[in-house]
Every structure is written in structure tokens, then in C-alpha cells.
């Protein structure tokens, strides 16, 4: 079974920036898909970046593009969102993903309990 707990979620101010961690246990987290999803409160989930391990893709939604960096170190079974230049659209819980098949922004198998980010003007 495959567990995923995310850290680093706080409150910050507009422009400021924070680190998201996402620690994976129970499987070979190398070999697959890790991403980072959000959902403000009235709102459906949204996509928000992906890294695929196997060929070092990276995939960001443009909201976040330029601002957002995904990263991974596959020896720690770690993933992290460095979000800069906050918003305070960027206001949401913030979910990591795994996904064992080979899509970015959909297909995910397990999910963390979310980290509430809020962003104040």
C-alpha cells in the first residue's frame, strides 16, 4: 500500500513563497508519476504540475507556470513544490498524487490529506 503525506503548508504573504513536501512509502516511487493538485473551497480539484520519472517530463498549469517548481529526489521518495511569487488566488489545499500509470494530469492511484496554503493580501 502506498501512503503519501504532504508538509509545508502555511499562511504567507502575496509574493511571498513556500515549500510543499510530499513523502511516499510503500512502493517503488522512482518508476512513476508525482504530482501536485489543488482545490479552493467552491471548486473542483485542478491540476497544478507533474514530474514523470521515467523519461524527466514536466508538466505545469499555466496559473502556476513560472512561478511553481516540481522537483523530486527519488533516494528520499520525496516530491516538492517550490511555489514563489504567491497569490492570493493560490489560496487552496494543496494535494500530492501518484500515479503508477503514465499520464500527468489525470489517472491518479493515490493521494496524500492535503496542506492548506493560504496567501493574504
Known amino acids: 500500500q502506498v501512503q503519501l503525506v504532504e508538509s509545508g503548508g502555511g499562511l504567507v504573504q502575496a509574493g511571498g513563497s513556500l515549500r510543499l513536501s510530499c513523502a511516499a512509502s510503500?512502493?517503488?516511487?522512482?518508476?512513476?508519476?508525482m504530482g501536485w493538485f489543488r482545490q479552493a473551497p467552491g471548486k473542483e480539484r485542478e491540476f497544478v504540475a507533474a514530474?514523470?520519472?521515467?523519461?524527466?517530463?514536466?508538466n505545469y498549469a499555466d496559473s502556476v507556470a513560472g512561478r511553481f517548481t516540481i522537483s523530486r529526489d527519488n533516494a528520499k521518495n520525496t516530491a516538492y513544490l517550490q511555489m514563489n511569487s504567491l497569490k492570493p488566488e493560490d489560496t487552496a489545499i494543496y494535494y500530492c498524487?501518484?500515479?503508477?500509470?503514465?499520464?500527468?494530469?489525470?489517472?491518479?492511484?493515490?493521494w496524500g490529506q492535503g496542506t492548506q496554503v493560504i496567501v493574504s493580501l
Open positions: 498524487g501518484m500515479n503508477l500509470g503514465n499520464l500527468m494530469r489525470s489517472g491518479y492511484d493515490y
Open positions: 510503500g512502493r517503488t516511487f522512482s518508476m512513476y508519476v
Open positions: 514530474i514523470r520519472r521515467s523519461d524527466g517530463n514536466i
